[in-house]
Protein backbone atom coordinates (compact mmCIF):
# COMPACT_ATOMS: atom_id res chain seq x y z
CA UNK A 1 0.00 0.00 0.00
CA UNK A 2 1.41 3.62 -1.01
CA UNK A 3 2.04 6.37 1.50
CA UNK A 4 -0.85 8.35 0.04
CA UNK A 5 -3.73 5.65 0.64
CA UNK A 6 -2.29 4.94 4.13
CA UNK A 7 -2.93 8.67 4.81
CA UNK A 8 -6.61 8.49 3.13
CA UNK A 9 -7.68 4.94 5.41
CA UNK A 10 -10.31 5.46 7.54
CA UNK A 11 -11.30 3.54 10.44
CA UNK A 12 -14.23 4.24 12.90
CA UNK A 13 -15.70 2.08 15.52
CA UNK A 14 -19.14 1.25 16.37
CA UNK A 15 -19.30 0.18 19.91
CA UNK A 16 -22.84 -1.10 20.56
CA UNK A 17 -24.58 -2.64 23.66
CA UNK A 18 -23.22 0.31 26.02
CA UNK A 19 -25.10 0.16 29.56
CA UNK A 20 -24.11 3.61 31.14
CA UNK A 21 -24.75 1.96 34.22
CA UNK A 22 -21.92 -1.00 33.90
CA UNK A 23 -20.28 -0.36 30.92
CA UNK A 24 -18.31 2.91 31.38
CA UNK A 25 -14.82 1.29 32.30
CA UNK A 26 -14.92 -1.35 29.26
CA UNK A 27 -16.16 1.38 26.94
CA UNK A 28 -13.83 3.86 27.49
CA UNK A 29 -11.14 1.65 27.05
CA UNK A 30 -12.60 0.72 23.46
CA UNK A 31 -12.67 4.19 22.88
CA UNK A 32 -9.00 4.70 23.99
CA UNK A 33 -7.55 1.13 22.47
CA UNK A 34 -8.97 2.73 19.00
CA UNK A 35 -7.85 5.86 19.09
CA UNK A 36 -4.25 4.67 20.48
CA UNK A 37 -4.06 2.05 17.56
CA UNK A 38 -5.02 4.20 14.59
CA UNK A 39 -8.74 4.72 14.35
CA UNK A 40 -10.22 7.94 13.35
CA UNK A 41 -13.04 8.07 15.71
CA UNK A 42 -15.99 6.13 17.63
CA UNK A 43 -19.44 6.15 17.62
CA UNK A 44 -21.27 5.31 20.31
CA UNK A 45 -25.08 3.67 20.24
CA UNK A 46 -26.01 4.76 23.61
CA UNK A 47 -26.49 7.79 25.25
CA UNK A 48 -23.82 8.38 27.56
CA UNK A 49 -22.52 12.50 27.06
CA UNK A 50 -20.08 11.60 30.05
CA UNK A 51 -18.48 8.74 28.40
CA UNK A 52 -17.83 10.84 25.21
CA UNK A 53 -16.55 13.83 26.83
CA UNK A 54 -14.05 11.69 28.54
CA UNK A 55 -12.74 10.10 25.87
CA UNK A 56 -12.43 13.05 23.81
CA UNK A 57 -10.69 14.92 26.86
CA UNK A 58 -7.97 12.38 26.64
CA UNK A 59 -7.69 12.30 23.27
CA UNK A 60 -6.95 16.45 23.61
CA UNK A 61 -3.77 15.36 25.99
CA UNK A 62 -2.09 12.74 24.33
CA UNK A 63 -2.86 14.70 21.45
CA UNK A 64 -4.80 13.66 17.59
CA UNK A 65 -8.04 14.62 16.61
CA UNK A 66 -9.97 11.13 17.51
CA UNK A 67 -13.81 11.92 17.88
CA UNK A 68 -16.84 10.47 19.34
CA UNK A 69 -20.49 11.08 18.38
CA UNK A 70 -22.79 10.57 20.83
CA UNK A 71 -25.96 8.24 20.43
CA UNK A 72 -26.10 7.08 16.99
CA UNK A 73 -28.64 5.12 15.51
CA UNK A 74 -26.75 1.77 14.73
CA UNK A 75 -28.67 0.70 11.85
CA UNK A 76 -28.48 4.35 10.31
CA UNK A 77 -24.97 4.76 10.75
CA UNK A 78 -24.25 1.26 9.04
CA UNK A 79 -26.26 2.31 6.12
CA UNK A 80 -24.87 5.92 5.57
CA UNK A 81 -21.23 4.49 5.84
CA UNK A 82 -21.96 1.56 3.33
CA UNK A 83 -23.24 4.35 0.71
CA UNK A 84 -20.41 6.36 0.80
CA UNK A 85 -18.73 3.55 -0.25
CA UNK A 86 -17.16 2.31 3.10
CA UNK A 87 -17.27 -1.61 4.12
CA UNK A 88 -18.19 -2.56 7.68
CA UNK A 89 -16.87 -5.19 9.85
CA UNK A 90 -18.44 -7.06 12.95
CA UNK A 91 -15.74 -8.79 15.38
CA UNK A 92 -17.00 -11.05 18.04
CA UNK A 93 -16.14 -14.84 18.41
CA UNK A 94 -18.15 -16.24 15.23
CA UNK A 95 -17.33 -15.66 11.57
CA UNK A 96 -14.67 -16.40 9.60
CA UNK A 97 -11.41 -16.34 11.02
CA UNK A 98 -9.36 -13.23 11.62
CA UNK A 99 -6.62 -14.42 9.75
CA UNK A 100 -8.41 -15.50 6.79
CA UNK A 101 -10.02 -11.75 6.63
CA UNK A 102 -7.15 -9.80 7.62
CA UNK A 103 -5.60 -9.59 3.69
CA UNK A 104 -9.28 -8.57 2.64
CA UNK A 105 -9.61 -5.89 5.66
CA UNK A 106 -5.86 -4.49 4.42
CA UNK A 107 -7.54 -3.10 1.10
CA UNK A 108 -9.79 -1.32 2.34
CA UNK A 109 -10.07 2.46 2.76
CA UNK A 110 -13.12 2.52 4.66
CA UNK A 111 -13.55 0.41 7.26
CA UNK A 112 -15.87 0.52 9.91
CA UNK A 113 -15.25 -2.03 12.64
CA UNK A 114 -18.54 -3.28 15.40
CA UNK A 115 -18.02 -4.40 18.31
CA UNK A 116 -20.87 -5.31 20.66
CA UNK A 117 -21.59 -6.02 24.27
CA UNK A 118 -23.51 -9.11 25.66
CA UNK A 119 -26.32 -9.26 23.04
CA UNK A 120 -25.50 -7.70 19.52
CA UNK A 121 -28.98 -7.65 17.26
CA UNK A 122 -29.22 -10.34 14.55
CA UNK A 123 -29.57 -7.46 12.07
CA UNK A 124 -25.91 -6.52 12.61
CA UNK A 125 -24.98 -9.99 11.33
CA UNK A 126 -26.69 -9.40 7.85
CA UNK A 127 -25.39 -5.74 7.51
CA UNK A 128 -21.86 -6.51 8.26
CA UNK A 129 -19.81 -7.06 4.63
CA UNK A 130 -17.49 -9.30 7.19
CA UNK A 131 -18.51 -10.94 10.38
CA UNK A 132 -15.15 -12.03 11.83
CA UNK A 133 -14.00 -14.56 14.90
CA UNK A 134 -10.98 -12.90 16.78
CA UNK A 135 -10.65 -16.20 17.71
CA UNK A 136 -13.64 -18.82 18.54
CA UNK A 137 -14.07 -18.47 22.55
CA UNK A 138 -15.77 -15.88 24.59
CA UNK A 139 -13.30 -12.51 25.30
CA UNK A 140 -13.38 -9.19 25.73
CA UNK A 141 -14.59 -6.93 22.84
CA UNK A 142 -11.39 -4.38 23.78
CA UNK A 143 -9.12 -7.16 23.07
CA UNK A 144 -11.08 -8.58 19.49
CA UNK A 145 -10.74 -4.88 18.39
CA UNK A 146 -6.92 -4.11 19.95
CA UNK A 147 -5.93 -7.65 17.90
CA UNK A 148 -7.48 -6.99 14.86
CA UNK A 149 -6.27 -3.28 14.31
CA UNK A 150 -3.11 -4.67 14.92
CA UNK A 151 -3.40 -7.29 12.72
CA UNK A 152 -4.59 -4.93 9.49
CA UNK A 153 -2.62 -2.07 10.75
CA UNK A 154 0.40 -1.29 6.98
CA UNK A 155 2.62 -0.12 10.20
CA UNK A 156 3.48 -0.10 13.77
CA UNK A 157 0.57 1.90 15.16
CA UNK A 158 2.49 1.20 18.73
CA UNK A 159 4.78 3.99 17.95
CA UNK A 160 2.40 6.81 16.33
CA UNK A 161 3.61 10.50 17.28
CA UNK A 162 0.31 12.26 18.05
CA UNK A 163 0.29 15.67 16.81
CA UNK A 164 -0.54 18.53 19.35
CA UNK A 165 -0.27 16.15 22.29
CA UNK A 166 0.36 17.89 26.12
CA UNK A 167 1.49 14.71 27.55
CA UNK A 168 4.37 12.64 25.45
CA UNK A 169 5.53 9.32 27.09
CA UNK A 170 9.06 8.64 25.98
CA UNK A 171 10.14 4.79 26.59
CA UNK A 172 12.33 3.92 29.02
CA UNK A 173 13.75 0.92 30.82
CA UNK A 174 12.64 1.86 34.13
CA UNK A 175 10.28 4.58 35.82
CA UNK A 176 8.00 6.88 33.84
CA UNK A 177 9.30 9.77 31.96
CA UNK A 178 6.56 11.93 30.45
CA UNK A 179 6.60 15.41 28.64
CA UNK A 180 4.06 18.42 29.50
CA UNK A 181 3.43 20.66 27.06
CA UNK A 182 2.74 23.41 29.08
CA UNK A 183 1.87 26.30 26.57
CA UNK A 184 0.42 23.95 23.99
CA UNK A 185 -2.20 23.20 27.22
CA UNK A 186 -3.31 26.49 27.97
CA UNK A 187 -3.60 27.52 24.20
CA UNK A 188 -6.02 24.62 24.40
CA UNK A 189 -7.61 26.22 28.24
CA UNK A 190 -8.04 29.73 26.40
CA UNK A 191 -9.48 28.27 22.97
CA UNK A 192 -12.03 26.02 25.49
CA UNK A 193 -13.03 29.06 27.81
CA UNK A 194 -13.96 31.22 24.97
CA UNK A 195 -15.83 28.70 23.43
CA UNK A 196 -18.03 28.69 26.24
CA UNK A 197 -17.94 32.31 27.08
CA UNK A 198 -19.57 32.51 23.01
CA UNK A 199 -21.95 29.72 24.05
CA UNK A 200 -23.24 31.89 26.98
CA UNK A 201 -23.77 34.93 24.51
Known sequence: MTEDNEMKKEIVVLRLGH??????????????????????GMLLASDDQKIASNIE????????????????????????WKEAGGKVCHLSMYGINLPDAVPELKRQNK???????????????????????????????????AIAMDRIAE????????????????????????????????????KQKKKSEEKKD
Open 111 to 145: LMLIVGAEKVPGEVYELADWNVAVGNQPHSEVAAL
Open 19 to 40: RPERDKRITTHVGLTARALGAN
Open 155 to 190: KDSLTTVFDNAELTVVPTAKGKNVIHDNELKEKKEK
Open 57 to 80: EMASRFGGDFFVKNNVSMTKEIRK
